[in-house]
Nanobody, 115 residues
Framework: QVQLVESGGGLVQPGGSLRLSCAAS????????MGWYRQAPGKQRELVAR???????NYADSVKGRFTISRDNGKNIVYLEMNSLKPEDTAVYYC?????????WGQGTQVTVSS
């Protein structure tokens, strides 16, 4: 069973940056499209960034131009670089497959954007 462990969250001021990491317990990045999701209090979980097996990327309109998803297949890690953060980016961030049945969700990493 694949385990996904997210890290890198924290408290940051508006306009700041964070880099999130998602480590997979075994090699899945080269055979699945991967995505970063977020869930804000009282809201449904949403997909904000996606990277295909071939390396193409897609972003939700709300983060386009500010977030960058990438991956290191050799290290089994997916990254999410977040710049120009806004208070509305505050959420718990998770990684998982971007299509098909998700693997068990990790604990996520909390991102709080506040002055």
């Amino acid at each position: 069973q694949v385990q996904l462990v997210e890290s890198g969250g924290g408290l940051v001021q508006p306009g700041g940056s964070l880099r999130l990491s998602c480590a997979a317990s075994r090699s899945i990045l080269s055979i699945f499209h991967m995505g970063w999701y977020r869930q804000a209090p009282g809201k449904q979980r949403e997909l904000v960034a996606r990277i295909s097996i071939g390396g193409s990327t897609n972003y939700a309109d709300s983060v386009k131009g500010r977030f960058t998803i990438s991956r290191d297949n050799g290290k089994n890690i997916v990254y999410l670089e977040m710049n120009s953060l806004k208070p509305e980016d505050t959420a718990v961030y998770y990684c998982n497959l971007a299509s098909g049945p998700p693997r068990p969700w990790g604990q996520g990493t909390q991102v709080t954007v506040s002055s």
